[in-house]
């Protein structure tokens, strides 16, 4: 029996984003309940100088801020969260997880209460201090169990807003998941992609001015050539020339289609294509490819110009003897990232702000990728391409 198809039922990418953070959110505020009063029972072991269990509980926290609300603070060994700062993040933090697991006590009564009574097929009464409700068991369970999970996620966000402010008094705080944050990048990345479009049309024009277009003029000189030659000998010399020609420039459109969008990438994949830029580099490429799974065209298409474009660097500017390219993909089946990286031994120093290599950057930074550069003076180099394939 054939299965439906229910990938056209799967939520956009922007709301599993959003729950996936609230989730995040959400669990970090209950964490802070256990670590906060950790940390305040720590601090004073400070002031005593037993520094070893304040520290311990002080990484605890700076992994629950860093992996649960996404803040990347100024001072990464957490020196600036000591004495009677500690004794202020930790209750507020305390506080923040104790109304969270108050919250979450009313989504498990309000869901699991009127799903049992929906089961039961009978009402869900609610009773307060003043007035009693009793409702059928559906809306209940739609409008008090939708509003009381809403209500936890925003409470969520503030507990995250309200913490960041406070440690902003002390350190630099930088919220990568923040709203504001992934629009600029968006704004950021749009611009980039403009860019990336005219440079690449700027190199096309270039390959066609200075290279096939150059062979032609050659070729129609000879043609020219040979047509007012009255020697039969020598006009048979000056078409077989041109014949040469004719072959290079067959050559050279060849070469300039490859660079503009090599058709093995479509027929054969990703590693056939890194395979065929290792064959024509001057020195020599390895090339070892772990792709579990058919990847997304666009990714396939942004780590094959990745890969490209560094090799074409190294040859010209590192003086490199070897290049080593990697490529895999890492992550869970349902969030898997692209990893590409290129290694070579030449004389390092690139500049992560040159034209090349801000151009790779703006091509990833449209698949909501990374790329970053570790090229010492003396080398060796690596530059890396992290790539989201979902």
């Not at 003043?130 to 009381?148: C, E």
């Not at 479509?266 to 020195?283: K, M, Q």
């Not at 890969?307 to 074409?312: D, I, K, L, P």
């Amino acid at each position: 029996m054939r299965l439906p198809d229910l990938s056209r039922y799967q939520l956009p990418r922007e709301y599993t984003r959003l729950a996936r953070r609230a989730v995040r959110h959400v669990v970090g505020t209950v964490l802070g309940l256990l670590i906060g009063p950790l940390l305040v029972l720590a601090a004073p072991l400070q002031l005593m100088r037993l520094r070893a269990p304040f520290r311990r509980v002080r990484r605890w926290e700076l992994y629950r801020l860093r992996r649960f609300y996404q803040l990347q603070v100024g001072a990464g060994d957490g020196a600036f969260l000591g004495g009677r700062r500690a004794l202020l993040h930790g209750p507020l933090s305390a506080v923040l997880g104790y109304v969270m697991c108050d919250l979450l006590l009313l989504v498990a009564a309000v869901v699991l209460g009127s799903f049992t009574q929906l089961l039961a097929a009978g009402p869900v009464v609610l009773e307060f201090a003043v007035w009693t409700i009793s409702r059928p068991a559906l809306p209940v369970l739609v409008i008090f169990g939708t509003s009381s999970l809403l209500a936890t996620a925003l409470y969520a966000e503030f507990a995250v807003w309200l913490q960041a402010k406070l440690l902003g008094r002390w350190t630099a705080i930088t919220r990568q998941d923040a709203l504001e944050t992934r629009i600029s990048r968006l704004l950021t990345t749009r611009r980039g992609v403009v860019v990336a479009i005219d440079d690449e049309r700027r190199r096309i024009e270039r390959d066609l001015h200075d290279g096939v277009q150059q062979n032609v003029v050659s070729l129609s000189v000879t043609l020219a050539r040979a047509r007012r030659a009255t020697d039969p000998h020598r006009s048979a010399q000056l078409l077989e020339q041109a014949h040469g020609q004719s072959q290079a420039l067959i050559e050279e459109v060849r070469q300039v289609a490859w660079r503009i969008y090599p058709t093995t990438l479509d027929e054969h994949g990703l590693a056939a294509a890194l395979d065929g830029v290792a064959a024509t580099s001057p020195v020599p490429v390895h090339v070892d490819h772990r792709i579990e799974a058919e990847l997304p065209p666009a990714v396939e298409s942004a780590a094959y110009f990745v890969a490209r474009e560094a090799v074409t660097n190294v040859v010209k500017h590192a003086g490199a003897r070897s290049i080593r390219i990697t490529v895999a993909t890492e992550g869970e089946p349902d969030r898997r990232v692209l990893r590409l990286a290129v290694h070579d031994d030449g004389t390092g120093g690139a500049d992560p702000e040159g034209g090349g290599l801000q151009g790779l950057a703006r091509r990833v930074a449209a698949l909501d990728g990374s790329v970053s550069v570790n090229s010492p003076p003396g080398g060796p180099t690596v530059i890396t391409a992290e790539m989201p394939c979902d």
